[in-house]
Nanobody, 125 residues
């Protein structure tokens, strides 16, 4: 059974930084693509970024240059480093996992079968 657990959310002022982590129980972690999504109140869940098993990354335009995704395959953990945070980044952040499949773009929530419970990030102005 795949389990994902996010941590690191909280309240931060605009311009500040947070680092989220997502610890997993995935045995063959290096064969999984990991995604980060977020959902603000009243809005649909949106793609933030993803990292493949060999550490290729892709980001939503809204976070490019501010957010960085990395992974530690030995710890079976993926990270989301968030800098220059804006009030518009306020949301519940979710990590997601799916065994790597060729040809998949990884930008839709439908691309992932496994999800964490989410962690709240609130950015005050």
């Amino acid at each position: 059974q795949v389990q994902l657990a996010e941590a690191g959310g909280g309240l931060v002022q605009a311009g500040g930084s947070l680092r989220l982590s997502c610890a997993t129980s995935i045995i063959s972690f290096n064969t999984y693509t990991m995604g980060w999504f977020r959902q603000a109140p009243g809005k649909e869940r949106e793609f933030v970024g993803c990292i493949t098993g060999n550490s290729n990354v892709n980001y939503a335009d809204s976070v490019k240059g501010r957010f960085t995704i990395s992974r530690d395959n030995a710890k079976k953990t993926v990270y989301l480093e968030m800098n220059s945070l804006k009030p518009g980044d306020t949301a519940v952040y979710y990590c997601a996992a799916q065994i790597q499949i060729l040809g998949r773009r990884w930008v839709s929530s439908k691309d992932y079968d496994f999800w964490g419970q989410g962690t709240q990030v609130t950015v005050s102005s």
